[in-house]
């Protein structure tokens, strides 16, 4: 049986047989089943973090997101959903230049490209970083 401890200092878990002499001094004993329901809990949203009195860990709602951090977020989004396009518009661009039958229609290809062009001016819409990502078209994948 693992004896489980938390430290509020570190905000992490140790296991005394693992981490033996490395625990920090502020740790307390938690339950196995506590530790469970705090792993369950973190995995549905919340955080882990100690009581203020008592530095026992309670599961607590996560802070609200800065704006900064929400404009961070969805940059990094729209960052990979325009890089999860990528590989169409070049393909598309190659077996053009080539003088091949396009993969994709003249009519996809603009859907595309008027996607792409949404996500480029996401910055741009009022009310940004709360908006909304445009849909991308059928075939994109």
Do not use: C
């Not at 740790?27 to 705090?38: C, F, G, K, R, T």
């Not at 009581?51 to 860990?57: C, K, M, Y």
């Not at 990979?80 to 070049?90: E, I, K, Q, S, W």
């Amino acid at each position: 049986m693992n004896r489980y401890l938390y430290s509020r200092s570190t905000g992490g878990f140790y296991i005394e047989r693992v981490h033996g002499d490395e625990v920090p001094s502020d740790a307390v004993e938690v339950s196995e089943e506590e530790h469970a329901a705090l792993m369950a809990a973190q995995t549905q949203g919340k955080r882990i973090a100690a009581n203020t009195d008592t530095g026992r860990p309670m599961a607590t709602d996560q802070a609200p997101a800065t704006s900064e951090v929400r404009e961070w977020s969805l940059r990094q989004r729209r960052g990979a959903m325009l890089a999860r396009t990528d590989g169409l518009v070049a393909r598309d661009r190659d077996e053009r230049q080539m003088g091949h039958t396009p993969t994709l229609s003249d009519e996809q290809l603009q859907q595309l490209m008027r996607y792409r062009q949404q996500l480029r001016d996401l910055t741009q819409v009022e009310g940004f970083p709360n908006v909304d990502f445009p849909p991308a078209p059928a075939f994109v994948r």
